[in-house]
């Protein structure tokens, strides 16, 4: 065990698989040389060679569309996009062509990719250093998507992912990259996809969240904890495939559900949330379903804080769902 | 160039090293592009009796798709767009495993999940086609790059029209080629249109090879219904990237026969002159021509050739068309390595409708 | 009123605003000489020359990029891209730019530009020329997102999306692009955005549906009704802006909802919907709320019909919930 | 060329029919680079104090900048990225507007909403900048298709750097311009690097300028550290754009002598050296020795000089420092033109948690 941030753990995780796995190697840009706008890669070059940490031009169609080449040719390549908000010229290379290479094929031709991005808001990006689309990714049948939201949990995630089969959408919140700091375990450290992390038990309510919501939630349930109000706070961990069974488990037990996520709310994920419990957990739910999450606009800068879910509005959100009903 | 006018005259890209065809080679040639040009009469008229239900012909290019083929090792890898029939056949895809997939019958390899002319085999080292256009160029990149990381000694090749050299993913896959010198083969075949834009609208460039100089690597325009000149130029690239020269662009100047596909009606863009124009520098005539020149082909052998891939055709809509439905339990597999519960709910659903018969393929 | 068949309303649609508004103007892949691969655009060359209506070259990055800075410039351009299957090469350009631009130059540039596109299943398609992904377009703040089931709406809607101030994403399901037929007024026949069709009055459950998939539920809902189920089915017309007051109002009368639509269940627009509903009108529900879509896998060719929800699919859907609780 | 040599010896793209720079001319482009220096030195102070959150330096680029600016017509329309800060104090965007957007105070005419340097002045027909690399391109090429079609005689103009050129939208932006012929001029500013990647790494081609060629138009290469050779490929272009000729890419070679944005480091991937050998090509002291050889600066003016745009600078961030913060009722204004039921729903839960609060800026 050592402490580290996440980025760190994120290093360490592919640092490892690279050790243990002569096909997996990792393509973006300024992954080589500079490490990594955000360090995450930092190391590698040296460790590995310029055949194994391709520092790329700027272009991520030319990124994804290689990685894809190279995973259908049967190395294991981690994509890194600077930023989730640059992931739009790689789109079509992910729907289109990543998310049903298996599928279109027959099976003939899996494309095992692995893309990770740093995403989401608080470190005053603007429109396009902050946003939050993993719904785009859930969406898209044939992808897995993993939000981490602890070191441990980037490592071990980040090495079932590129141990997979399937592609992996990788989100890392970059929010707190640094913030966050924990223990995490040495060497080939897994955690496995669909299982959700149960953060705090509770009885009165439960809260769904991933990634950088993580810790506002639970703090927003410590604070109402002094109220009285017992929430029970889950880390989804992996959007898809989706632990649904955790979440139905505990809604039943609570029989109220607010959701917590920095994306736009209209189609979030979160919706997908509400209907799962809407359809499944019905006869359970004592109260609305409440949605904590960011605004249906544009990202924006100097107001930010306004715009990202906080304790307090959590806070809000779990005493107004424990009174109803 | 206008579409409209002849094609003009053309720099055939011979280099000295690199050994021609025997007339062995052209007989084989011959045969794999009389079995292409049989195929798509057979699937057009199929496709309009309803027995398939979609068709894109390749009709016009098989020279430039078999003398391609023809220059590449087993060991390559080909990733092609949706029109390259003569590689699949060329490379020894079975024609009733095609049909099969036209179909998208019990014996489709591809589970009857794509359309027509969509397919790939593993086997045959031809990646799986997709519709969008380009993407496959990037990844044929990305492959020839595994394979040198993989000290395999070989190269990859990407198909595509001129249409889609105005898409991303040539401008992406170039680029990258470029900068890692990826032994990647880039040919592009310019049958004059893309559905309904004819090329000099599509680019104002005066070639489409020489856009490989944005790149840092040579293109090389070729005749495209002459098997020899695109297999010679086809070996000659091929040969720089397994020395690790680089990648090459080969623009094969070809000519689309029939319709874009079967839903296209060519006539509303352009006239039966020019059609006829190409006509005569029909790829099959030009190698029956030469074939019979070289004293390898006589008329009797000819007409024998010739229905032996009518035959065959014949034979594998047969087999094909008696192959049972695909089966609709595979709806599911594939999507991922193993189906997550999300999937296995959705498939216990699916399996209940079918049981109660409230949904019918 | 003249009787028209969906994709022919279209055309009377671009026609008259054409003829109306000289800023006007359409591109695409073979919308000229060749009048769009369905037609759509069929004669618009001849009537108003090269100047407006551009064949373009294939680039779908190009098309909306150009057709962005017409917008800036202040032309109102309406681009078709072929299928929306292949949108994706204009994706950064439609979420990155096109959705942001009024938002981002604090209402200095707005940027209206209509993208036209055929979606959905039903027509042999197979995985590229079948797929329906309005959630992408409806999650993304600043894009409108309107899909017509008549060709009176398609042709209202459209004139509307062309007079609108905003982006819209204007998806046409061509699976009954001929095969309904319908009475389309004359002239500049406008239907507002956010008002909701009521396609048919019903007490005991609600159906929500749109594009091609209105018909279908009508027919179920029609099956159902010898069967003593009177089921009320309203079509949404545009997701964004959406009329929620409709819904409401349906679902606080019946009690019972029922989603249809043709896209990927996991984080399709109908999970929206069921948020909705599980926040706004929880306490009217009496069933849990079902959804009828397609599946979690990309769109196959050959077993099309078992992927796309038929009459009886919608119409078991609608007795469980009408049974249910 | 690697980026770590001299740069090469350049043609200088200089058209006959086209007017140089007075001496007047030339102290005005001065000013204004003076002045985009200072507000550098002076806005990447401000970032390490924390007093603006984030910052994109020009420094190095100057002369590309102004000399492009001071070829254009008012009513031309220019499309930048985020770097070109010489552009916007060219034509006339005042010093306070530009703190204010980097602030995202109550004057900031973008309301807060972008990160410093992505700002756009309608007044001033600069477009708003966005971040994704290269969506500008194709937008430029738009804008002149639509004043080509309303029959207005302009030309748009697009900034970006080396690293864009290997955008979708270069690809497609320098395509569609080459087909309809737009009157568009793409300025490539060549500053040797994309964050930590060097041009040669970019691409293989021998210079950014030839990648026109694959479109069909001009591209020249000039060196972007002189205000009057850049001022002079950019009037040509403007005067074959206007005149119908069609689009012309130039390659303003420079270096950005600053780090990429003040979030970077470039020791990790540079030399001083490196840094210090283009610093003898600093745009702004090239300039003065032209000033000074022409007899139209001396020691005391010039000290004048720089002194009024530090003066300019100081004066500029006292008032935009003094302005309050952006107004949190504008949060859900121009997502559309009005708000829709769901946004106006938005709007009124945070207006609560505002008074109540809950959310604070
Ligand atoms: C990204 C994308 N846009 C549009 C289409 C529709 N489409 C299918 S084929 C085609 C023309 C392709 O032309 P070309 O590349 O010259 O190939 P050819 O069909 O002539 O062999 C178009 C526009 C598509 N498949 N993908
Ligand atoms: C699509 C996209 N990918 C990645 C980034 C991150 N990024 C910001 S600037 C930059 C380098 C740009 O280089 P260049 O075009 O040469 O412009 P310069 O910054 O040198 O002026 C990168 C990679 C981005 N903004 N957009
Ligand atoms: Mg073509
Ligand atoms: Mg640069």
Known sequence: MTELTLVQAVNRGLQQAMRDDPDVLVLGEDVGVNGGVFRATEGLLKEFGEDRVLDTPLSETGIVGTAVGMALYGLKPVAEIQFLDFIYPAFDQIVSELAKFRYRSGGQYPCHVVIRTPYGGGIKGGLYHSQSTEAYFAHTAGLKVVIPSTPADAKGLLLTAIHDEDPVMFLEPKRIYRSVTGEVPEGDHRVPFGKARLVREGTDVSVFAYGAMVPVVTDAVEAVAKEGISAEVIDLRTLVPLDEAAILASVEKTGRAVVVHEAARFCGFGAELSAILAEKAFYSLKAPIARVTGYDTPFPYALENLYLPNVERVARALRTTVRSG | ?361
Chains 1, 3 share one sequence.
């Open chain 2, 1 to 361: 160039m206008s579409a409209t006018q002849a094609p003009p005259a053309l720099p055939t890209a011979v280099s000295p090293g690199v050994a021609g065809m025997t007339p062995e080679d052209l007989v084989r040639a011959y045969r794999v592009m009389l079995l292409s040009r049989a195929t798509d009469d057979r699937c057009l008229s199929l496709q309009r009796q309803g027995r398939i239900g979609f068709y894109v012909p390749a009709s016009g290019q098989e020279a430039a798709q078999v003398g391609a083929a023809s220059a590449l090792a087993p060991e390559d890898w080909v990733f092609p767009a949706y029109r390259e029939l003569g590689v699949a056949l060329y490379r020894g895809v079975g024609l009733e495993r095609l049909i099969d997939q036209f179909i998208g019958n019990a014996g489709d390899l591809l589970k009857g999940r794509q359309m027509p002319n969509h397919y790939g085999y593993r086997d045959h080292r031809i990646v799986v086609a997709s519709s969008p256009i380009g993407t496959q160029i990037t990844q044929a990149v990305g492959a020839a790059l595994a394979a040198r990381r993989r000290k395999d000694s070989l190269a990859t090749i990407t198909f595509f029209g001129d249409g889609a050299t105005s898409s991303n993913d040539f401008h992406a896959g170039l680029n990258f080629a470029g900068v890692y010198r990826a032994p990647t083969i880039f040919v592009c075949q310019n049958n004059q249109w893309a559905i309904s834009l004819p090329r000099e609208k599509q680019t104002r460039s005066r070639t489409l090879a020489e856009k490989a100089e944005a790149y840092g690597f040579p293109g090389v325009v070729v005749d495209g219904t002459d098997v020899e000149a695109v297999h010679a130029a086809v070996a000659d690239a091929r040969s720089r990237a397994v020395r690790g020269e680089g990648p090459t662009l080969i623009e094969a100047q070809v000519y689309r026969f029939g319709p874009h596909s079967t839903s296209d009606d060519p006539r509303r863009y352009r006239t039966d002159a020019e059609v006829e124009h190409w006509k005569a520098s029909d790829p099959v005539l030009r190698l029956r021509t030469r074939l019979t020149s070289l004293g390898a082909l006589d008329e009797a052998r000819d007409a024998a050739l010739v229905e032996e891939a009518r035959a065959a055709v014949a034979k594998a809509v047969s087999a094909a068309e008696a192959t049972g439905p695909v089966d609709p339990t595979t709806f599911f597999d594939d999507v991922f390595a193993a189906p997550t519960p999300q999937l296995l709910a959705e498939r216990d659903e699916f399996d209940q409708l079918l049981k109660d018969g409230a949904v019918k393929p």
